[in-house]
């Protein structure tokens, strides 16, 4: 079982919709990470959270570390969000910072 | 673009060649990471650097992949003898280590790396 599930794997949604992805894992942690890559690779960082919820613009992540689950939600979708999404811990486990990453959500927002 | 820069941004190989891979980190960062993602899955930890002393290495770093950051800056990553598994597009990040725990990593555009 990898220390870092989401889910879905993939997600298809009509513009305006409201989207909901969801990660789980098993140790515990310092910080979360979502992160958005697009085709060709490079990966932007778009929050990390230790506890609570942050929101820039569209975008909303909640964490809840006694459950070890966080969320990450989009309002009013559009074409342009379609992505990777991939959520990362920094476990208290491991020296450093480095990440340890699930497997992304295959995001299509259709016009 | 975040400041992070990776050279080549593509790589094709024959299997058994060695390939190097470069990247320049945002230039005030400490901390330098090196990833592997393989097509649909997440990325992996591979190591990290603080200024020019590799601190750790995954297991997935077999004695055929060696990596250098020699003055604190740029950094490669070398795999000799390369083999088909090794194709993936490798990431590298960045971050500054220092007070507290916002030690954000800013990743490359990465390296993609095909072994024929």
């Known amino acids: 079982k990898n220390e870092v599930e989401q889910s879905p794997q993939n997600l298809t949604a009509q513009e305006e919709e409201f989207i909901t992805i969801n990660c789980s894992y098993s140790?515990?942690?310092?910080?979360l990470h979502w992160l958005q890559q697009h085709p060709g690779g490079g990966i932007v960082s778009l929050f990390m959270?230790?506890?609570g919820k942050k929101k820039h613009g569209r975008l909303i992540a909640t964490i809840n570390i006694q459950e070890k689950h966080s969320s990450l939600h989009i309002t009013a979708s559009h074409p342009r969000d379609s992505a990777v999404y991939i959520c990362a811990v920094r476990s208290l486990e491991t020296s450093g910072s480095r990440l340890t990453f699930g497997e992304g959500t295959q995001l299509t927002v259709n016009p | 673009d975040t400041g992070v820069s990776q050279d080549p941004r593509h790589k094709i190989t024959k299997r058994g060649q060695n390939v190097t891979f470069r990247c320049d980190p945002i230039?005030?960062?400490?901390?330098l990471y090196w990833y592997r993602q393989t097509l649909g899955q997440g990325p992996e930890f591979l190591t990290y650097?603080?200024?020019?002393?590799?601190?750790?290495k995954s297991r997935l770093l077999s004695d055929r992949f060696s990596a250098e950051r020699p003055k604190g800056s740029f950094s490669t990553l070398e795999i000799q003898r390369t083999e088909q598994g090794d194709s993936a597009m490798y990431l590298c990040?960045?971050?500054?280590?220092?007070?507290?725990?916002?030690?954000?990593?800013?990743f490359g555009p990465g390296t993609r790396l095909t072994v024929l």
């Open positions: 959270l230790s506890s």
């Open positions: 230039s005030e960062h400490n901390r």
């Open positions: 990040a960045s971050s500054l280590r220092g007070g507290g725990y916002t030690d954000t990593q800013y």
């Open positions: 140790v515990g942690i310092s910080a």
């Open positions: 650097f603080q200024n020019e002393a590799q601190l750790e």
